[in-house]
């Protein structure tokens, strides 16, 4: 099993990060690399439920996925399946992944544990073998010593 | 891509998995061309084996190999580790940010529910403020 892990301690009631996880106005905020709102967010946060979203990237770029929820357990733990749809074509299978969100409720706030797994492509096995950081930082090395082509 | 994933790039992942070949690809960074020989000098595994790892490099186009006379010359190919650099910023470039603005998202929320728990407190209101 492969994935990767991010924590983010954030100063607010679970209650409230929940409902920024679980509502379309809360996720088109948010989701994404780039700091764009996302263009259609469909969000039914329940057993079985829809979850799809599409959203612009700073390179002009618009992606699309969908999922489904798995597990919805206000305000402690969400989980839904991912897949990349690319040209209106939903990925195989094999590229459905899953997105886990933990709340755990801390001192002034909570601890927020999203977990990417599933991976099970070879790129994504790498990543998690070698790490993020420091894969990042060999390939730098790499390529920074690497002659320009 | 962010969602784009050529089959390739799953080579050159799956070529990266093992620490011998990053290790020979580190080298390689520092010193170029190197024998077969000299790549094989430091690691207590045989010739054959190595040769294998070389095989994996080369068909994920992480190297290449050129014969000079009796020697192989082996050498870094860039491109598909610079394809490879870019598909891992681009998905990290996914999460991170996105749980920053979340993060600053539902810290505003938190305030302005404070700030309202707050005025109906002043207004003499006696509930306590959820959770």
């Not at chain 1, 607010?12 to 709102?37: H, K, Q, Y």
């Not at chain 1, 991912?82 to 899953?98: D, L, Q």
């Not at chain 1, 797994?117 to 790499?142: K, M, Q, T, V, Y």
């Not at chain 2, 000098?41 to 014969?67: N, Q, Y």
């Amino acid at each position: 099993m492969t994935s990767i892990t991010l924590v983010r301690r954030i100063a607010a009631r679970p209650s409230i990060v929940f409902e920024a996880l679980t509502t379309p106005e809360g996720v088109a905020a948010w989701w994404g690399p780039d700091d764009l709102p996302a263009i259609a967010t469909v969000v039914d946060a329940r057993v079985g439920g829809a979850f799809r979203i599409r959203f612009p990237t700073y390179d002009g770029e618009e992606h699309e996925a969908v999922g489904e929820y798995l597990e919805v357990a206000p305000p402690t733990r969400l989980v839904m399946s991912w897949r990349w749809t690319h040209n209106g074509v939903t990925a195989e299978a094999e590229g459905i992944s899953r997105i886990e969100f933990d709340l755990r409720p801390i001192e002034g706030g909570v601890e927020l544990t999203v977990t990417h797994a599933d991976l099970r492509n070879e790129a994504s096995a790498a990543i998690h073998a070698l790490g993020w950081p420091d894969s990042l930082f060999r390939l730098r090395r790499l390529l920074e010593a690497a002659p320009p082509t | 891509m962010l969602n784009y994933q050529p089959r390739d790039l799953d080579q050159v992942f799956g070529a990266l998995t093992d620490p011998t070949r990053r290790e020979i690809l580190a080298r390689l960074e520092r010193e170029e061309p190197l024998s077969i020989k000299t790549i094989a000098a430091p690691f207590t595994i045989k010739l054959p084996a190595v040769m294998k790892h070389l095989d994996v490099l080369s068909a994920a186009g992480l190297i290449t190999r050129s014969k000079h006379g009796r020697t192989v010359d082996v050498r870094l190919s860039p491109e598909r580790l610079r394809e490879a650099a870019e598909w891992l910023r681009r998905y990290e470039r996914f999460w991170s940010p996105a749980l920053d603005r979340l993060t600053v998202q539902a810290e505003a929320k938190e305030a302005e529910a404070r700030e309202a728990e707050a005025r109906r407190a002043a207004l003499g209101g006696s509930e306590a403020p959820d959770e």
